[in-house]
């Protein structure tokens, strides 16, 4: 029996949570579903965007699955929050092309590794007089974690078998500095993983003009997160962007679109991203087999091309496609 934390947040987060629940009762696993409130919605309803009780599910929970929340605001957001809160110090984002969808290549793969607890995200700011201050605060304890996950995630895939890099530290000296100095004193431990570091302007070039030169992608915070996105629009868009957020003790995994409140409660939204951090989840379970077929069935679904939602030029309706990614796990 598995205690999972389900925090569906709003917008269309409550819609392919619903459908992330629907395919893990289909499973030959048993799960216990410990739910929780976060974002807007919440915080009209609590006064907060992320409530204690929310928090001490989560933390009680052998994972977490969150669905989207829409910015509160002048309010903090709550999904920056609770990744604190867990610790989870390391977001995990593969960007993987599904044939039949419009892509660069059909043969992309490859993750970034972005850092989850420090730089421009740690939400410190401040004024003064009439200056906008923002403090990006980079250590070498977490830098030196987060290359450390890169290169075992690397050694695991086994794939171009090289970590890169991306940074800025001809801008940023000391706090991109440090965060290339410390990947580079990691990699001295795994001496058969090839190494290089770019510039992060160069990077978001390279992901379009040569994507499968890549493998695993370690960055900051912001950084990844922009870099993400432009790689998600190499394979499809958003619907099909997977996160897993990993500490030493929690793990919690969401879909990398937001809460799309221009197509919320229309049931058109794609359940592929959030089915997708399912599987992340098992895998973090160490339900690898489970997580396998799941993956196999988004892809043949999305591959045959019969069963879509609007975003992959189909008319179906969100529980629809994961009605027909069922039957292929079937």
Same mark, same amino acid.
């Given at each position: 029996m598995y205690d999972i934390a389900v925090i569906s947040g709003d917008g269309i987060g409550l819609e392919v949570m619903e459908a992330a629940e629907f395919l893990l009762d289909k499973l030959d696993l048993n799960f216990n579903f410990n739910y929780g409130e976060a974002g807007f919605d919440c915080f009209n309803k609590n006064g907060t965007t992320l409530p204690e009780e929310t928090v001490k599910i989560a933390k009680s929970s052998d994972a977490v699955l969150f669905g989207a929340s829409t910015s509160t605001p002048n309010q903090p957001s709550p999904i920056i929050n609770l990744r604190k809160e867990l610790d989870v110090y390391a977001n995990l984002r593969p960007i993987k092309s599904y044939k039949g969808v419009k892509s660069i290549?059909?043969?992309?793969?490859?993750?970034?590794? @972005? %850092? &989850? $607890? %420090?730089?421009? #995200?740690?939400? &410190? !700011? #401040?004024? !003064?007089?009439?200056?906008? =201050?923002? %403090?990006?605060? =980079? $250590? @070498? +304890?977490?830098? +030196? +974690?987060?290359?450390?996950?890169?290169?075992?995630?690397? %050694? @695991?895939? &086994? +794939?171009? &078998?090289k970590v890169t890099c991306v940074h800025k530290s001809n801008v940023l000296r000391k706090t991109d500095g440090v965060f290339r100095d410390c990947f580079y004193d990691v990699s001295k431990k795994y001496p058969e993983i090839a190494t290089e570091d770019l510039y992060v302007d160069a990077t978001a070039m390279y992901l379009i003009t040569n994507p499968l030169d890549f493998d695993v992608i370690v960055s900051t915070n912001l950084f990844g997160d922009i870099l993400s996105d432009e790689s998600a629009g190499l394979v499809g868009g958003l619907g099909l962007a997977p996160s897993g957020n990993i500490g030493d003790k929690h793990g919690l995994f969401e879909p990398v679109h937001g809460s799309a409140p221009d197509i919320a409660g229309k049931n058109i939204a794609n359940p592929c991203s959030m089915i997708l951090s399912v599987a992340m989840m098992l895998e973090y379970l160490d339900e690898n087999a489970t997580a396998t077929m799941i993956k196999n069935a988004v892809r043949k679904v999305v591959e045959e091309g019969k069963v879509l939602t609007p975003d992959l030029g189909g008319s179906a309706k969100t529980i629809e496609m994961t009605e027909e990614i069922i039957r292929e796990l079937n």
């Open positions: 290549a059909d043969d992309i793969d490859f993750i970034i590794v @972005r %850092e &989850n $607890t %420090e730089g421009l #995200y740690s939400q &410190n !700011e #401040y004024c !003064e007089c009439d200056k906008m =201050i923002a %403090e990006r605060v =980079i $250590t @070498r +304890k977490a830098s +030196k +974690k987060i290359s450390d996950m890169a290169f075992k995630l690397a %050694e @695991r895939r &086994n +794939k171009l &078998n």
